[in-house]
């Protein structure tokens, strides 16, 4: 970004008084979302008005992807040795990404087959978002890792990660550190440090005069995220076509998420927001987010492949918390008993066996009217529960709003290290 052949940009929004023809100039006057039209002359794509990306993925509405053969239509390969021994880790005004070495990405493959015919793709880089540009049933997660993969034809293909801190994983990890869910989020934790001290890394990134410049160290880490973090797609997987979801935005990109949640470490979080947050002048949103906002979805459908074992998706990720813009955590309340659903389940059952002792149409006068009051409180309680339990129901759905969103693809000079 050089504010004149491509413009500065950011998660929030254009200055007031600034519009897209005016912004971008300067680093202190990024062009936010809405006009990311105008960062640079091929994006455009950023305005469309459908197959953008991200998206809200209800999965619990997904349809079958037609003409699919099952899992086996996209095959991960990772390099059978090592074909290098250090990857670079880099850290940008908008994101945390490990670029795999040159050497390694022809062994890097995602084959993905459609209508019989088979594509490869290489996988180029990973990076992170926080807090997740996807939401999947109305749920946001703490965080998401995008594996982005490129064609000989310079068609993308992206797995997407969602990444959920578990509080007690630390502790748990310290007794028994060779599970699988330890091994992934120990992976995570190493790769966002690309073999430094946190201290040494923040002190990197804080000396970085601007978003003209990143911060690169290669180092002996493990880099393969096949092995080490993507969960296996034995069973089902979803998918959609999207885009790109920074400048230039492009479409006709494949997107693959993932369905099993990755659990990690809460102070990966907080150390990926340390991280970002050091870069001075960075492209972050309102507390430090880097995730676009959700796209219209219009006439595109999102499809599963394979067959879900579980249709409750809700339980299956067990959102117990999504992120607000300030980086706190907000409890999702849970679908229980409100106290009128209890009151009407009492007066119902109250009613129910008055009903059996006596029938409310025989006995005295004041029996009547003791009895059709029984009834009526019933009936309001009733009432008041069905009313609240929808409303609870209704608003334990809705993520909590994250503003001014993401970052995947940079194709800005200087910032896009795809190539």
């Given amino acids: 970004m050089d504010g004149i052949t491509c413009r500065y940009w950011g998660y929030n929004p254009t200055a007031v008084g600034h519009t897209a ?5 300067v680093v202190t006057n990024k062009c936010g979302p809405k006009d990311w039209k105008a960062v640079e002359h091929a994006a455009e794509s950023c305005a469309a008005a459908e197959g953008q990306s991200p998206i809200g993925a209800n999965f619990l509405s997904a349809v079958v992807l037609p003409n699919s ?3 086996s239509d996209l ?17 940008n005004g908008y994101t945390s990404q490990v670029d795999i070495p040159d050497t390694c990405k022809s062994a890097f493959k995602a084959t993905w087959k459609r209508n019989g015919v088979s594509k490869v793709f290489n996988l180029h880089q990973y990076h992170f978002h926080t807090p997740s540009e996807h939401t999947v049933d109305g749920y ?3 965080m998401e890792a995008q594996h982005v993969h490129k064609a000989a034809d310079h068609a993308y293909l992206v797995i997407a990660v969602f990444l959920k801190a578990n509080t007690t994983l630390k502790q748990n990890c310290i007794a028994v550190p060779t599970s699988l869910e330890c091994k992934r989020a120990d992976f995570l934790h190493s790769v966002l440090l690309g073999g430094q001290t946190e201290a040494k890394l923040l002190a990197q990134v804080a000396n970085v005069p601007g978003p003209q410049t990143k911060v690169t160290n290669a180092a002996a880490v493990s880099f393969d995220p096949y092995k080490e973090l993507i969960p296996p797609m034995n069973s089902y997987f979803f998918t959609y076509s999207g885009s790109g979801t920074t400048p230039p935005c492009e479409p006709g990109v494949t997107w693959i998420l993932n369905p099993d949640v990755v659990a990690i470490y809460d102070t990966s979080v ?21 995730n676009r906002d959700l796209q219209p979805m219009g006439s595109r459908k999102l499809y599963y492949v394979g067959q879900p074992v579980v249709k409750n998706y809700q339980n299956r990720y067990d959102p117990q918390a999504t992120t607000t813009p300030s980086g706190t955590l907000t409890p999702i309340i849970p679908i229980t008993m409100t106290p009128a659903a209890t009151l009407g389940m009492i007066s119902t059952g109250v009613i129910q066996r008055k009903f059996i002792q006596k ?15 029984a009834l009526w409180l ?3 309680g009733s009432i008041a529960s069905a009313v609240l339990i929808v409303v609870w129901r209704f608003r334990s759905r809705i993520p909590v709003p994250c503003p001014h ?7 800005c000079p200087g910032t896009d290290v795809d190539e």
Avoid: M
């Fill in 21 to 25: 023809s005016t912004c971008g100039d």
């Fill in 69 to 71: 053969h099952g899992v």
């Fill in 75 to 91: 095959q991960l390969e990772s390099p059978l040795t090592d074909c290098a021994l250090t990857a670079n880790f880099i850290v």
């Fill in 140 to 142: 946001y997660f703490e």
């Fill in 270 to 290: 907080v150390l990926f927001r340390k991280i970002l947050a050091s870069f001075k002048d960075n492209q972050l949103g309102f507390g430090g987010t880097n």
């Fill in 359 to 373: 029938n409310l149409f025989t006995g005295s006068e004041a029996d009547r009217k003791r009895y059709s009051d």
């Fill in 378 to 380: 019933a009936v309001g």
């Fill in 405 to 411: 969103r993401h970052a995947v693809y940079a194709a």
